[in-house]
Nanobody
Framework: QVQLVESGGGLVQAGGSLRLSCAAS????????MGWFRQAPGKEREFVAI????????DYVDSVKGRFTISRDTAKNTLYLQMNSLKPEDTAVYYC????????????????WGQGTQVTVSS
């Protein structure tokens, strides 16, 4: 079992920054691929970013490339998402996900999900 707890969401003006955190417990953090997803009101959940278990492989949805950075701190068992140059269209509930399989995380079918943290970007 893996427990995931997100934090760091909030209200920010367009152009601002936020850093989301996802604290993991219950299983070897270093063996997990992890990702961030988001769901806006009335829309399906979408992939945002992913990082492999070594931290050496990352991928992003095109709409956040150059603005968001995913990273992980194995010593703290924590996943991060640094979000810069935020836009109103980034408004959503952000979820972290984890799985031993990178492909499973990327497909959005991870077995482990956090409860989500709200990000609201005002124009």
């Amino acid at each position: 079992q893996v427990q995931l707890v997100e934090s760091g969401g909030g209200l920010v003006q367009a152009g601002g920054s936020l850093r989301l955190s996802c604290a993991a417990s219950g299983r070897a953090f270093s063996s997990l691929s992890m990702g961030w997803f988001r769901q806006a009101p009335g829309k399906e959940r979408e992939f945002v970013a992913i990082i492999g278990w070594t931290g050496g492989t990352t991928d992003y949805v095109d709409s956040v490339k150059g603005r968001f950075t995913i990273s992980r701190d194995t010593a703290k068992n924590t996943l991060y998402l640094q979000m810069n140059s935020l836009k109103p269209e980034d408004t959503a509930v952000y979820y972290c996900a984890a799985d031993e399989s990178f492909v499973t995380v990327r497909r959005g079918t991870s077995g482990y999900w956090g409860q989500g943290t709200q990000v609201t970007v005002s124009s």
